[in-house]
């Protein structure tokens, strides 16, 4: 059974990773869909693969102007959205004392700042009965020594999840959250670390998972779709753990 069929879902961050795995679920599930990124070229490739009647708009998550002309188009292109996932999102390392103001503000605007205006600004075209998905992360409740920033961000965000959970139920919006532990994504590879850096810590993360593994994004997006459908209607401010069992350490 198709569980988005007739819906509008907008997705940031739905050129790789959990974001693009979403999609393709939300498109077998019937949902019309407009997704986001930075790259073009990653973004015409998921398009294609998709279908040519998803649209994919190159916005920066942590930029008001883009965040505002994307409003704009999808108010354009489908009058009102049922789902928002709300999934952009990037991680630096760098040693606490070596965090230069200008990483610092970077990773805010994506990580916290665009996250609260995308709501703030989707308001206006989300349907009653609507469902908003911030994909946070397990390290708004863990230390994560050298992401002391994005942790931030994503406790921040956990806080925002609850906040307009309680603020925007009135409005017929449900707020929601997933918190992914280590998933296998190209976030790895962006996170700035040299290739031998990448390789030890991912085999760290492996060894460490009770499960012995890394998530896969197929595996998030199961929960995305849970939490987009009406099969999570009596969920409402809630932050969902899928970390095969890596928080409970
Ligand atoms: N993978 C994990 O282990 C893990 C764990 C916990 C939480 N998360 C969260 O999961 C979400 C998705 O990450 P992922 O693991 O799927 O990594 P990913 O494959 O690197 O995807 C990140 C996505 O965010 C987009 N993005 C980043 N900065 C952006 C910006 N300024 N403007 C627009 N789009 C931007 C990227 O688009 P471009 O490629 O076009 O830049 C990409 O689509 C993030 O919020 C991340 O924090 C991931």
């Not at 994307?70 to 999102?89: I, S, W, Y």
């Amino acid at each position: 059974m198709q569980k988005l069929s007739g819906k509008n879902a907008l997705i940031t961050g739905g050129n790789s990773g959990i974001g693009l795995a979403t999609a393709r679920l939300f498109r077998e599930h019937g949902a019309s869909l407009i997704i986001t990124g930075r790259d073009q070229a990653s973004l015409a490739e998921a398009r294609t693969a998709l279908g040519e009647d998803v649209l994919a708009v190159q916005s920066d998550a942590g930029n008001l102007a883009d965040i505002e002309q994307l409003m704009n188009v999808a108010k354009e292109r489908c009058g009102q959205l049922d789902v928002l996932f709300v999934n952009a999102g990037m991680a630096l390392a760098a040693p606490f004392e070596l965090v230069a103001e200008n990483i610092f503000d970077e990773m805010v605007a994506v990580n916290i700042k665009g996250i609260f205006f995308t709501i703030q600004k989707a308001l206006p075209l989300l349907a009653n009965g609507s469902s908003v998905i911030i994909t946070t992360s397990i390290t708004n409740q863990m230390g994560s020594p050298n992401f002391s920033v994005y942790g931030a961000c994503k406790a921040a965000q956990r806080s925002l999840v609850k906040s307009l959970g309680l603020e925007l139920i009135g409005r017929g919006i449900r707020v929601n959250a997933i918190s992914p532990g280590p998933i296998a994504t190209p976030m790895y590879g962006r996170v700035g670390l040299p290739n031998e850096v990448e390789q030890m810590v991912k085999a760290e993360i492996q060894g460490k998972s009770p499960l012995k593994r890394f998530g896969e994004s197929e595996e998030v997006a199961k929960v995305a779709l849970f939490l987009a459908s009406d099969d999570s209607s009596y969920i409402v401010g809630d932050e969902i753990v899928v970390d095969g069992g890596m928080s409970l350490l």
